[in-house]
């Protein structure tokens, strides 16, 4: 252990105990309350976009091209910003933060309702994420500054099952919004909630900062990172488009390799770093982020494909969707909160552990569904993962934030969630692309195979782009007897690759598990709770 290292436990060991909270200002559970009515803003955007995603292409005219960037603008934003807005945190304090960051979201959220353009939507969505980056790193520092440290693994397990709530429930709430009233609605609803959380979070959150809190900012830093960050979720996000071994998607993910060695090599060189490299001396917070990574590869890249089977092979409504999705979502809103009991008792290795092999266990398990499988057998699997996925989604993040020290609580909470984004966009498109190598080989000798006449190249790639999402390539003059054949070839061929999709993920969990092991307790977590109140 450095010698650093070792007066940053001294000072954890010797914090204070906390005072008990005078009044509602600095109320740990009220600022839980307060917290988390923002991050759900956040939450519920990242799924309930894509079911007004249609409705918006058709109402403003949209190509398909327009629409993706709707989701991906939004996304590159919130990745390329979260580390430096957690930065931004900790030198200017996480309530202010969090504070701009609801005004600012719930101000672009009501902007794009007012839109009558999609460039106009796009840009607006671009604020939200980089809004939505503030507010969620400086959600986790004000829940580490502010709860006691064997209070602090409750606190996080809330925090995680109102994000997998809300990330559960996106498509049946905009799915309402957008049958039952407009697109528009789906981006209004976050103006009331927005208020709601600055006039609960102005009267409620304190501000805590550490008494080295930085006091300069790494320009170069952020703009080395921000480049790499940006060099590497871009064509994560287009390689299904420019195909993985294409010139476009190798050199951008060389040019994120150079620049992240740059700014490996530029942040030993500084003052004050925007990552103080010493961070990652410590395994259980290299652990703990690659272990985020991993978790979001396997659930999000997973649920890619839940989604397309439930509406295209099933024919369910996006409503219908969300619902059969209940049992992951009630599954964590139960399991969170143990979990942060069960890690508060006994560390989180063995929670860690478990819930990745549970998870494990719930995409092979997955495997096995087949265009008929029923709604049980669907809720046991959902279920399933949802009872992995809770602990993992508390106790990494502990592992994260509790291990780094209380001035770095921003970044680490920036890296958390840097970590769960870059983790979602590798796990959608390496899962993507093994989905469409898989129909690629199988879709021409299943179509040949029920006897159904060949398909020229330009039409049988077609087809492929629609079996991949679980759609069949059926002409609208169809006979209806030809009609059900290309659909059953389509299914089947999906379902293949779903299967191997879902191997994948079970085996990149089963990795999981194993880093799992090199996690421990946070060192520093007891540091929170002595922070300097300013």
Not at 244 to 255: H, P
Not at 283 to 292: F, K, N, Q, R
Not at 381 to 397: D, I, K, R, S
Not at 410 to 428: E, I, K, R
Request: proline share 5%; charged share 10%; hydrophobic share 55%.
């Amino acid at each position: 252990m450095t010698s650093q290292t070792t007066v940053e436990k001294a000072s954890a060991d010797h914090a204070p105990a906390p005072a008990p909270a005078k009044g509602l200002r600095g109320h740990p559970w009220l600022t839980l309350i307060s917290v988390a009515i923002g991050v759900m803003m956040v939450a519920l955007d990242g799924t309930i976009v894509a079911i007004a995603n249609p409705a918006i292409q058709k109402d403003l005219g949209a190509s398909l091209a327009d629409v993706q960037w709707i989701t991906n603008g939004y996304l590159l934003a919130l990745a390329v910003a979260l580390i430096t807005a957690g930065k931004l945190g900790d030198r200017f304090g996480h309530r202010q933060t969090f504070l701009i960051g609801v005004a600012g979201f719930a101000a672009a959220s009501g902007a794009i309702g007012l839109s009558d353009s999609i460039a106009l939507v796009i840009v607006f969505r671009v604020l939200q994420g980089l809004f939505g980056a503030l507010l969620m790193p400086a959600a986790l520092g004000l829940l580490r500054a502010t709860f006691p440290a064997e209070k602090l693994n409750m606190a996080i397990g809330i925090w995680g099952m109102v994000i997998g709530a809300s990330t559960a429930g996106g498509p049946i709430l905009g799915g309402v919004l957008v049958e039952h009233v407009s697109w528009q609605s789906v981006f209004f609803i976050n103006v009331p909630v927005g208020i709601l959380a600055l006039v609960i979070g102005a009267v409620i959150l304190k501000d805590h900062r550490a008494e080295n809190a930085p006091r300069s900012f790494d320009i170069p830093g952020i703009v080395l990172l921000s480049s790499a960050m940006f060099a590497l979720i871009w064509p994560l996000i287009k390689a299904g488009e420019w195909g993985w071994g294409s010139a476009d998607t190798l050199g951008w993910l060389a040019a994120a390799v150079v620049l992240f060695a740059v700014f490996a090599f530029w942040e030993t060189r500084v003052k004050e770093p925007l990552i103080p490299l010493r961070l990652f001396r410590s395994v259980p917070v290299s652990a703990g982020t690659v272990l985020m990574v991993l978790m979001a590869f396997a659930f999000m890249g997973g649920l890619f494909f839940v989604t397309f089977y439930l509406a295209n092979v099933h024919g369910m409504s996006a409503i219908d969707s969300g619902l059969h999705l209940l049992p992951l979502t009630a599954m964590m809103i139960v399991s969170s909160p143990l979990a942060g009991a069960l890690i508060t008792k006994f560390g989180p290795r063995i929670p860690l552990v478990g819930g990745m092999v549970c998870t494990a266990v719930a995409m092979f398990g997955m495997t096995t569904l087949t265009t008929d499988t029923g709604t049980l057998q669907m809720s046991l699997w959902f279920a399933l993962l949802g009872l992995g996925l809770a602990p993992v989604m508390v106790g990494a993040t502990e592992v994260i934030v509790g291990n780094a020290p209380l001035e770095l609580s921003g970044v680490a909470g920036g890296l958390q969630q840097a970590a769960m984004q870059v983790g979602g966009s590798l796990g959608t498109a390496v899962l993507g692309a093994v989905m469409s190598a898989k129909v690629s080989s199988d879709l021409s000798a299943n179509w040949t195979d029920a006897g159904l006449p060949p398909l020229p190249d330009e039409q049988l790639g077609l087809a492929k782009q629609a079996v991949e999402v679980g759609m069949a390539p059926v002409a609208p003059d169809t006979p209806q007897p030809v009609a059900a054949q290309i659909a059953g070839v389509a299914h089947d061929t999906f379902m293949s690759g779903m299967g191997l999709a879902f191997t994948v993920a079970g085996i990149v969990a089963v990795v999981a598990a194993g880093v799992a092991l090199f996690t421990k307790r946070g060192e520093n977590a007891e540091a929170g709770a002595g922070a300097a109140h300013i």
